[in-house]
Nanobody
Framework: QVQLVESGGGLVQAGGSLRLSCAASGRTSSAYVMGWFRQAPGKEREFVAA????????FYADSVKGRFTVSGDNAKKSVYLQMNSLTPEDTAVYYC??????????????????WGQGTQVTVAR
């Protein structure tokens, strides 16, 4: 079993920045992906970003490319999401995920076995 604990959410003004952190504990392996999804009120859960430890490959949703950066520390089993130039459209609950998605399926929520409880990010106009 794997547990994920997120931190770093909060309220920020439009144009500001936040950094989310997620630490994994329990039974993990080196051949896995860690990342982030988000869900805004009344909307479906959507992929944000992910990092694959084998090769340090990163993946981003088009809506966050150039503004968000995903990084991680495999030794600490942690993943981070640096969010810059935030807009009100980024307001959502952000979920940390980990699993073993097949290549090219990193953005599919069904590919992830474990989800954190979520952390609220609110961007004020």
């Amino acid at each position: 079993q794997v547990q994920l604990v997120e931190s770093g959410g909060g309220l920020v003004q439009a144009g500001g920045s936040l950094r989310l952190s997620c630490a994994a504990s329990g039974r993990t392996s080196s051949a896995y992906v860690m990342g982030w999804f988000r869900q805004a009120p009344g909307k479906e859960r959507e992929f944000v970003a992910a990092i694959r430890w084998s090769g340090d490959s990163t993946f981003y949703a088009d809506s966050v490319k150039g503004r968000f950066t995903v990084s991680g520390d495999n030794a600490k089993k942690s993943v981070y999401l640096q969010m810059n130039s935030l807009t009100p459209e980024d307001t959502a609950v952000y979920y940390c995920v980990t699993g073993w998605p097949s290549r090219h399926f990193e953005g599919w929520p069904s590919e992830y076995n474990y989800w954190g409880q979520g952390t609220q990010v609110t961007v004020a106009r």
